[in-house]
T-cell receptor, first 113, second 113 residues
Framework: GESVGLHLPTLSVQEGDNSIINCAYS??????FIWYKQESGKGPQFIID?????DKRQGQRVTVLLNKTVKHLSLQIAATQPGDSAVYFC????????????FGSGTRLQVQP | NAGVTQTPKFRILKIGQSMTLQCTQD?????MYWYRQDPGMGLKLIYY???????DKGEVPNGYNVSRSTTEDFPLRLELAAPSQTSVYFC????????????FGSGTQLSVL
């Protein structure tokens, strides 16, 4: 069935290094993708989004790459900081409605000082 | 602005009890959503609404009901609580017209014993 999934459940990096979190999706009709950050005990917070007519989008210290050929999405965090430690979710426009997102299971990012 | 506000933050129910999770937003968003998040998992869509008076089922609607009498409020009702409904519930809203970015509340942690 249609799904959004992640390759690595946990990613551990050293402070100052760059982090790359990957996500695979299976619905080739998806046209909108979004990354959320969730800190312990809090609701998800928007990080960055990208539409299917783009293959790269940059924000502050974050970059999202979209490869529609292999249905792969990645989030790159530059100069990772301890405050970046959280669970990161990718999501896509789901089958239940154009603006009802389908979420992946998440990747936990641990930043070592 | 307060954004998306959920109450209560925590609740323990006995099997068979009922309760309503409250959600209100002050951003004048047309789209509102209810998600549940089980431990170590992503978010699953329960119900959503594209405007006052309009609701629709998501991926996991069984055991829940919703109503949308105003733009601001989107309560979620559990009629006969079951242990399988133990989860963290997140309400979210979005503009919808200009972007699909969801704003999330801080969540309600529900335990059914």
């Amino acid at each position: 069935g249609e799904s959004v999934g992640l390759h690595l459940p946990t990613l551990s990096v050293q402070e100052g290094d760059n982090s790359i979190i990957n996500c695979a999706y299976s619905n080739s009709a998806s046209d909108y993708f979004i990354w959320y950050k969730q800190e312990s005990g809090k609701g998800p917070q928007f990080i960055i989004d990208i539409r299917s007519n783009m293959d790269k989008r940059q924000g502050q210290r974050v970059t999202v790459l979209l490869n529609k050929t292999v249905k792969h999405l990645s989030l790159q965090i530059a100069a990772t900081q301890p405050g970046d430690s959280a669970v990161y979710f990718c999501a896509e426009t789901g089958r239940t409605g154009r603006r009802a997102l389908t979420f992946g299971s998440g990747t936990r990012l641990q930043v070592q000082p | 602005n307060a954004g998306v506000t959920q109450t209560p933050k925590f609740r323990i129910l006995k099997i068979g009890q009922s309760m309503t999770l409250q959600c209100t937003q002050d951003m004048n968003h047309n789209y509102m959503y209810w998600y549940r998040q089980d431990p170590g998992m992503g978010l699953k869509l329960i119900y959503y609404s594209v405007g006052a008076g309009i609701t629709d089922k998501g991926e996991v609607p069984n055991g829940y009901n919703v109503s949308r009498s105003t733009t601001e409020d989107f309560p979620l009702r559990l009629e006969l609580a079951a242990p399988s409904q133990t989860s963290v519930y997140f309400c979210a809203s979005s503009d919808g017209a200009t972007n699909e970015k969801l704003f999330f509340g801080s969540g309600t942690q529900l335990s059914v014993l």
